[in-house]
């Protein structure tokens, strides 16, 4: 079996190619150098999808619920100073401490910095369909780097994919 069966999300379907493959005669280490190609190809596609369509559409999209989250937050984190605020004013007949201002001065400065930068950094998101090819070819680099380290394959002993796969180009050599 091909050493990339074992990747996340698309394993399955790399199990289901090499069986079909290996139905051909091909030797392991020409179809998983073809897996590789396929893997990465298919990678770079999907990665200049996400930088150019999907990343744009959800930063923007996503504005409007983050303003409106952090405004809950604000409303949530104002009453305790409400509450002391009231228990002062009806119960004292006093001003509330200055720090109960000095708190709720805090979340209101706090929550209205967070929604000016959700306002700013989502719509920012589509600067990654400016994005150079090569720097996708580096997070998959990357990506497939962490994942080889990562993940272990078949057998008694934890061995690498590729080092896997550098070996049955020695074993399948007559």
């Known amino acids: ?26 030797p392991l280490w020409l179809r998983s150098t073809l897996e590789f190609v396929l893997l990465a190809v298919l990678g770079y596609v999907l990665l200049r999808f996400l930088t150019r ?8 999209l996503l504005v409007t619920p983050v303003v409106w989250l952090v405004d809950a937050v604000r409303v949530v984190l104002l009453l305790p100073d409400l509450a002391v605020a009231r228990l002062a004013r009806r119960t004292f007949d006093r001003m509330p401490p200055e720090i109960v201002y ?66 049955s180009f020695t074993t399948s050599q007559p």
């Not at 706090?110 to 090569?134: F, S, Y």
């Open 102 to 167: 000095a708190y709720g001065s805090v979340v209101m400065a706090a929550t209205d910095g967070v929604q000016e930068l959700a306002r700013k950094a989502l719509p920012a998101l589509a600067i990654t369909r400016r994005a150079h090819g090569l720097l996708l070819v580096g997070l998959l680099v990357v990506g497939f780097l962490v994942w080889n380290n990562a993940e272990c394959g078949a057998g008694p002993e934890c061995v690498p994919p590729v080092t896997q796969w550098t070996t």
């Open 53 to 60: 369509q999907v990343l744009p559409w959800v930063g923007s």
């Open 1 to 26: 079996m091909t050493p990339f069966a074992g990747l996340p999300l698309v394993g399955g379907l790399v199990g289901l190619l090499d069986t079909a493959i290996a139905q051909l005669a091909f």
